[in-house]
Nanobody
């Protein structure tokens, strides 16, 4: 059983930055896919970014490219999301997701698709004010 714990959310003014972290517990495998998703009130959960085990394959939502960067530290079992130039429309609950199948990270459609992940964190709130 994998447990995911997010942190780093908060309130920031437009143009500011935040760095989200997601600590993964209970996993000692060698191939997986991890991602960040977000859900704003009244909207569906959307894929933000994904990364494979080695970090060499990443996908981003088109609207977020250039502002958000996903990374991971496998020694610490921790996933990160660096968010820069934040906008009010980035306000949402941000979730960390994990799946044992490294193949999920092979295509953008799967890697950014919530249905492909079996483990989820509780979410961390990001609020961006104008």
């Amino acid at each position: 059983q994998v447990q995911l714990v997010e942190s780093g959310g908060g309130s920031v003014q437009a143009g500011g930055s935040l760095r989200l972290s997601c600590a993964a517990y209970g996993y000692t495998g060698s191939s997986d896919c991890m991602g960040w998703f977000r859900q704003a009130p009244g909207k569906e959960r959307e894929g933000v970014a994904s990364i494979n085990t080695g970090g060499g394959s990443t996908y981003y939502a088109d609207s977020l490219k250039g502002r958000f960067t996903i990374s991971r530290d496998n020694a610490k079992n921790t996933l990160y999301l660096q968010m820069n130039s934040l906008k009010p429309e980035d306000t949402a609950l941000y979730y960390c997701a994990f799946d044992f199948r490294g193949s999920v990270c092979m295509t953008a459609a799967q890697a950014l698709g919530a249905l492909y992940y079996n483990y989820w964190g509780q979410g961390t709130q990001v609020t961006v004010s104008s």
